[in-house]
């Protein structure tokens, strides 16, 4: 086969030459290449992008079923990603997760997970009605910054439990932190166990040979990326990798077509053409850009009074090397100015205009990509340096609180689909200790479940929520107040 020209983008020019055609529509969507859409609308993004805002026809190929021009981006996507196979996914990559649970789990198999797992990978478990054995926790007692699952706790789970088929990780984590990808799926492989990649913040990995490794290219089984988050799709856009020894190919496309929208958008699977063709192209450059800026960023944030900011080489020794950072992610450590996380972020954004990706109680993160420039970077390190130098009112929170954060093994009690589907009642947070949580409740950001869905609610989790409630924390999984808790009802 000739090799992938990786500067054609199919979908996207098939869409510019059926939109320049001006065919006379007479299908979905209705605003019919913009005519019928709403002025302000038309006026703010100007009229070409709703004339690519098309439907499955001919000359653009279909989602459901790619014979065309989709099958051919995605053919790209698969060379240049070092995969088998690979899907456009046009509901982030929480569909995807859901997707590769629905097609490698069955009902009543258990499989090893990571705890540090987006919500998505709840609900997959849920359809399937597959048992979690979650792989313990671990965070070093020298940082309150969450690390990633450890090779050797991964190994032991493998081996604690033979029957396990299936490997469920998630590397990056949100601070940037991956696993030992290689040496895991050696071990998984060895133990004919299938390795399945949370990758939504590793698009980008496989383009620069000083990010951690990509997940293809470590032999993993199947992984998302939300493109998204890191390069140039829209949001929405992921894509789903498959190698094919241990994946039934077939069986994960009817769980694509059961799981995504017959309506997928146009313009984001056009925007992950294009993005792949940017990253082929040029992506080692731009990637070589926005490392630079996030070393010169974080070189400056290091030597400002009071503040933390976590490089590679500090991951690498609080994890005994077994994890990796991806230095794009700026984790910026602000508990020695007094304030929280929330606070810094909060003051960044009123009084500098500047957004960070997320805040927890001792951090701010920044994420550093293939779009920011020179100046932004100085701004952020001026705007620290100010809060820094004026902190103004402390947090009255104990600093230790995130460091005493739950290890989150909480007792299973029942599978999560039996929790979800039982008699539920809500009660009080305050008395729900030693009750089932019916619900995935969540801290967010980072948003990895507290509790999820058949797990006991111990009275550690329950403090740490209390605190966490207390310190203006986004709760997900209350009521809309934020004073109760879903659980299951007693007796069933
Ligand atoms: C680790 C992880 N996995 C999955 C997701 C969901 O990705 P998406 O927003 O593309 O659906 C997120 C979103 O924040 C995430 O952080």
Redo the contacts with the bound molecule.
């Keep these: 086969m000739p090799p992938f020209d990786h500067n054609r983008t199919p979908l996207f020019d098939a869409m510019v030459a059926l939109a320049e055609s001006r065919k006379v529509s007479f299908h979905t969507p209705g605003h019919k290449s913009g005519k019928g859409i709403s002025t302000r609308f038309r006026k703010f993004v100007g009229p070409k992008v709703f004339s690519i805002d098309l439907t499955c026809l001919d000359e653009v190929d279909s989602l459901q079923k790619p014979r065309g021009v989709i099958r051919e981006a995605q053919e790209l996507a698969a060379d240049i990603y070092n995969a088998d196979q690979s899907f456009f996914l046009v509901?982030?990559?929480?569909?995807?997760?859901q997707a590769m649970i629905l097609s490698t789990l069955n009902p009543g198999e258990q499989v090893a997970v990571t705890r540090?797992?987006?919500k998505?990978?709840v609900s997959g478990m849920i359809m399937t009605d597959c048992r979690p054995v979650f792989i313990p926790l671990h965070r070093s007692d020298k940082t309150s910054l969450l690390l990633n699952d450890r090779t050797a706790d991964i190994v032991k789970t493998l081996d604690q439990n033979p029957d396990i088929r299936t490997l469920f990780l998630?590397s990056p984590?949100?601070y940037g932190v991956t696993v030992n990808l290689e040496k895991i799926v050696e071990e998984a492989h060895r133990r004919n166990v299938r390795v399945l990649l949370?990758e939504?913040?590793g698009p980008h990995l496989h383009f620069h040979e000083s990010l951690p490794m990509s997940a293809m290219n470590a032999d993993v089984d199947m992984c998302?990326q939300?493109t998204?988050?890191i390069i140039g799709g829209m949001t929405?856009a992921?894509i789903l990798h498959v190698r094919k020894n241990r994946i039934d190919i077939g069986r994960l496309s009817t769980a694509l077509r059961y799981l995504q929208t017959t309506s997928p958008s146009y313009i984001l699977m056009a925007s992950l053409d294009l993005a792949r063709m940017q990253m082929a192209t040029e992506g080692k450059k731009l990637l070589g850009k926005a490392l630079e800026l996030a070393r010169r960023g974080r070189e400056k944030i290091r030597k400002i009074p009071g503040l933390t900011c976590i490089d590679r080489a500090e991951v690498k020794s609080l994890s005994l090397g077994d994890n990796d950072l991806d230095e794009t992610k700026l984790t910026v450590g602000v508990s020695g100015i007094g304030l929280t996380g929330y606070q810094v972020s909060q003051r960044l954004n009123l009084e500098f205009g500047i957004q960070v990706e997320m805040a927890d109680l001792m951090h701010v993160l920044v994420i550093v990509s293939i779009g920011d420039h020179r100046d932004d970077i100085d701004r952020l390190v001026f705007a620290l340096e100010r809060i820094a130098g004026s902190p103004g009112t402390k947090t009255s929170i104990d600093e230790h609180s995130y460091a005493q954060a739950p290890y989150l093994l909480n007792p299973i009690r029942m599978p999560p689909r039996t929790a979800y589907f039982s008699a539920q009642e809500y009660v009080p947070l305050e008395d729900s200790e030693g009750a089932t949580s019916a619900d995935i409740v969540t801290v967010y950001?980072?948003?990895i479940p507290l509790m999820i869905p058949g797990e006991l609610i111990t009275r550690d989790v329950l403090d740490y929520l209390l605190i966490m409630r207390e310190t203006g924390a986004t709760l997900d999984g209350l009521d809309p107040s934020n004073q109760h808790i879903k659980t299951v009802l007693p007796g069933h």
């Design positions: 509901n982030g990559t929480s569909g995807g997760n540090i797992l987006h998505s990978v998630t984590n949100y949370d939504a913040h998302v939300s998204h988050k929405q992921s950001p980072p948003g």
